[in-house]
């Protein structure tokens, strides 16, 4: 597959709908082919992504001092990423050119989940966006509901027992980041985010009109996906394709803002909960040899390896960066 297929994914909301099971094929042959998809009819309507999108653009307008007094720091990855903060997970190659502001699942300071890991935990909410918290986590619950409609398809696809994927997804760690990209010069090198798997289950962003999203096609090359307005674009991530023994692709991608203009993005990126062990729940294709991973462990190392100054070691699992010979 050389393109993303535009799917409607209306008929996945009742397993009685005549064209459910067309609806299970297309996720799935998109998925095991080329692990992006263009969905419509999500449900989800375009005033809700308006309202995010607006929310995300004042979150970035916030003066320059103050991003800094909100900024994520080693022991809470929650807050401002400034701009050129971090390099790629291994260390190598420039800095990505975005700002971020980092969000994970909404849990209660005195939340008991806590107690059992410390990843979870409040987030920080700016101050000079009044408003943000009740628009994010607005926009957050309806791409649950989508991601959870998504899931119930894959598990049909794959011939899965009902709900065990979905079940992995009870206080999740599921978080967003929020994303500004300046415009780079023509002849500027380095990327907006450099090329990379994403370490999740399952990826889905409200994609920005001004484009710069990149995908890597089988034979190498880089593709642009087409999304209608109102469109969401979803990818597979790593934990599916180690749940699918390999079946499902988690795909490299990259972004480069070429346009001109300023660009902002706000994936959500869906994770298991933190005691989640991630292993094949179908016997594994030929040559797909991958070691089981623990959610929490595995956050917590993408995390810490964000740091310039942190290595990963032989503990650490794949984090997702890939190496010059592996685009």
């Not at 890991?117 to 009740?134: F, S, T």
């Not at 990126?269 to 062990?277: E, G, L, M, T």
């Not at 070691?291 to 995390?303: F, K, L, M």
């Amino acid at each position: 597959m050389d393109r993303i297929p535009t799917i409607d994914i209306s008929p996945l909301r009742d397993a009685s709908h005549p064209e459910f099971g067309r609806a299970v094929q297309q996720v799935m042959d998109a998925g095991t082919q080329i692990g992006f998809l263009s969905i419509t009819e999500s449900g989800v309507p375009e005033e809700t992504v308006k309202n995010m999108r607006n929310c995300v653009r004042a979150i970035f307008d916030i003066e320059e001092s103050s991003k800094w007094d909100q900024a994520i720091t080693r022991e809470n990855y929650r807050g401002f990423i400034p701009m050129g903060f971090f390099t790629p997970n291994d260390g190598s190659g420039h800095a990505d050119r975005y700002e971020g502001y980092k969000l994970h699942h909404e849990v209660a300071s005195n939340a008991p989940i806590r107690g059992a890991c410390a990843l979870y935990g409040p987030n920080i909410w700016p101050h000079q966006v009044p408003h943000a918290r009740a628009v994010v986590l607005d926009y957050w619950s309806q791409l649950d509901r989508v991601a959870d409609m998504l899931l119930g398809a894959l598990e049909v696809g794959l011939g899965l027992p009902a709900n065990v994927l979905r079940q992995a997804f009870r206080d999740p760690m599921t978080n967003m980041t929020l994303l500004h990209y300046p415009p780079q010069n023509p002849d500027d090198g380095g990327y907006g985010i450099h090329p990379h798997k994403d370490t999740d289950a399952l990826t889905i962003i409200a994609p920005d009109p001004v484009g710069g999203l990149e995908v890597q096609t089988r034979d190498g090359g880089w593709i642009t996906p087409d999304c209608p307005p109102g469109g969401f674009i979803v990818n597979i991530g790593d934990m599916l394709e180690l749940w699918s023994g390999g079946r499902l692709k988690s795909t490299p991608h990259r972004v480069i803002n070429r346009s001109g203009k300023e660009r902002y993005s706000f994936p959500y990126f869906a994770v298991p909960r933190h005691d989640v062990v991630v292993a094949p729940l179908l016997p594994p294709l030929p040559g797909f040899d991958r070691p089981a991973v623990h959610c929490g462990h595995w956050s917590a190392e993408i995390w810490r390896t964000n740091w310039a100054d942190e290595t990963a070691h032989d503990k650490t699992p794949e984090l997702g960066t890939l190496h010059d010979g592996d685009r």
